[in-house]
């Protein structure tokens, strides 16, 4: 890392977070520089199942309702041209998501939403016995009431990080990976950069998108933003003929891949750091996706994961300017960080290129924590 010249932006963490804005910015002719302290797609980032579904549990106003409808009608134009620049197909299939629901308060749950969401002019239809089972052979026969969403997709989220590496880089941006962060440059109360070790990086803005370890890049005088890891245990079957849409039942979620595996998702537990898979996580995900698709049970067990959501204290991301002139936050995605991914470059973009975002960041504002101790800032209910 010897004599270096001054970038025009850092992005500190190669999350899909990072990495898609690390493209953006190069694409607008921006000097790039990304830092990454394992591989690029190391964390939660491959983790996920790639769901793209804002409306799978929109059942009333939601504060990223817009955002998560936004990202997704970007999704077919992100995936293809990343699969252009980079020569990787990141597998967008949009056949549509399937939320099943067993006894009555789950069935009016989906009637709710089903009506709510027509309310905004949505896509969800309602469908029951021999038209459920039309669309998906494969349910177990006690399930007999869903809600469909034809615009609610997914993608192969491991193939999408790999493709934004590659189109990031060919678009000018460095990849620095094996290269841990560990303080904010700040120079009269502005973020001029990033240290490693005894080394200093300058850059005209620094983007701190380092998922759930965001809140340990500190500088001087920047309050810093409460971040912490939500583990979620994911199990993949497979190679399995069913099921053929992504299934979302109340006790896991289902998302089948083009080549034949299904992930099982997932747990959302406190645990620190630590990114073990438990017997109890890995039976109740099994047990719950035999009960939805029953022919589940004689699949190969493929294997089993584990990834740490990053979040924010209330559960929203954060993404905006940052305490300090200079610093800019792109983290907190929770549980949605592949769907949000697009529309968090397109804005963070925005901003470094001194455009106006074009939405209204003040629910996702990054000085909403400023002062409060890290326990404080997180809001009863949220793990
Ligand atoms: C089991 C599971 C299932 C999920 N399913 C879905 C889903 O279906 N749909 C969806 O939209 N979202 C899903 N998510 C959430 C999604 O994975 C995350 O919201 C998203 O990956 C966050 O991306 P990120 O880039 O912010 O974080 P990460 O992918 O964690 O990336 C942050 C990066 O920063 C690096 N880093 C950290 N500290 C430093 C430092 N000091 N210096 C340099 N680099 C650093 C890390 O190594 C890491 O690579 C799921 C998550 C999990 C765990």
Not at 146 to 156: F, I, K
Not at 337 to 359: H, K, N, S
């Given at each position: 890392m010897g004599n270096r010249p001054v970038d025009d932006v850092i992005v500190v963490g190669g999350g899909i977070i990072g990495l898609s804005i690390a493209r953006e910015a190069a694409r607008s002719r921006l000097r790039v520089r990304l830092f990454e302290k394992g591989k690029v797609g190391c964390e939660a980032s491959s983790a996920a199942a790639g769901l793209l579904g804002p409306q799978i549990d929109l059942e009333s106003g939601d504060p990223l309702q817009a955002l998560g409808l936004a990202s997704r009608d970007l999704f077919p134009g992100f995936a293809r041209s990343v699969a252009e620049e980079s020569g990787l197909d990141p597998c967008l299939l949009e056949q549509g998501t399937l939320v099943l629901s067993r006894g009555a308060a789950e069935i009016e749950a989906i009637d709710r939403q089903a009506a709510f969401q027509r309310s905004l002019g949505l896509q969800a239809e309602r469908v029951g016995g021999e038209a459920l089972r039309r669309l998906e052979p494969s349910l177990n026969p006690d399930l007999t009431e869903?809600?469909?969403?034809?615009?609610?997709?997914?993608?192969?989220n491991v193939l999408l990080v790999e493709g934004l590496g590659l189109a990031a880089a060919r678009a000018g941006a460095r990849l620095e990976e094996g290269a841990r962060i560990d303080r904010l440059l700040v120079e009269s109360g502005r973020v001029t950069g990033v240290g490693a070790g005894g080394e200093s990086f300058r850059a005209g803005a620094v983007v701190i998108a380092a998922g759930a370890w965001s809140q340990e890049i500190l500088g001087a005088g920047v309050s810093p933003l409460p971040t912490h890891p939500v583990r979620g245990q994911m199990v993949c079957l497979g190679p399995s003929a069913v099921p053929v849409h992504p299934l979302h039942a109340a006790a896991c979620y289902l998302v089948p891949r083009r080549d034949g595996r299904v992930l099982v998702g997932s747990t959302m537990e406190r645990a620190g750091f630590e990114k073990r898979v438990t017997a109890a996580g890995l039976s109740t995900l099994a047990a719950a996706a035999?009960?939805?698709?029953?022919?589940?049970?004689?699949?190969?067990?493929?294997?089993?994961?584990?990834?740490?959501?990053?979040?924010?204290?209330?559960?929203?991301?954060?993404?905006?300017?940052?305490?300090?002139?200079?610093?800019?936050?792109?983290?907190?995605?929770?549980?949605?960080?592949?769907?949000?991914?697009?529309?968090?470059?397109?804005?963070?973009?925005?901003?470094?290129?001194?455009?106006?975002?074009?939405?209204?960041?003040?629910?996702?504002?990054?000085?909403r924590f400023a002062g409060a101790a890290p326990s404080a800032a997180v809001a009863p209910g949220w793990p």
């Open positions: 869903g809600l469909y969403l034809p615009r609610d997709w997914s993608v192969d035999i009960a939805v698709v029953p022919a589940l049970a004689g699949a190969p067990f493929h294997s089993a994961w584990a990834g740490l959501r990053p979040a924010c204290g209330d559960g929203l991301p954060a993404i905006g300017p940052g305490g300090a002139p200079g610093l800019i936050y792109a983290c907190g995605h929770l549980r949605n960080g592949i769907l949000l991914a697009p529309i968090t470059a397109q804005v963070v973009g925005r901003l470094l290129r001194g455009e106006d975002p074009g939405i209204d960041l003040g629910r996702f504002d990054p000085r």
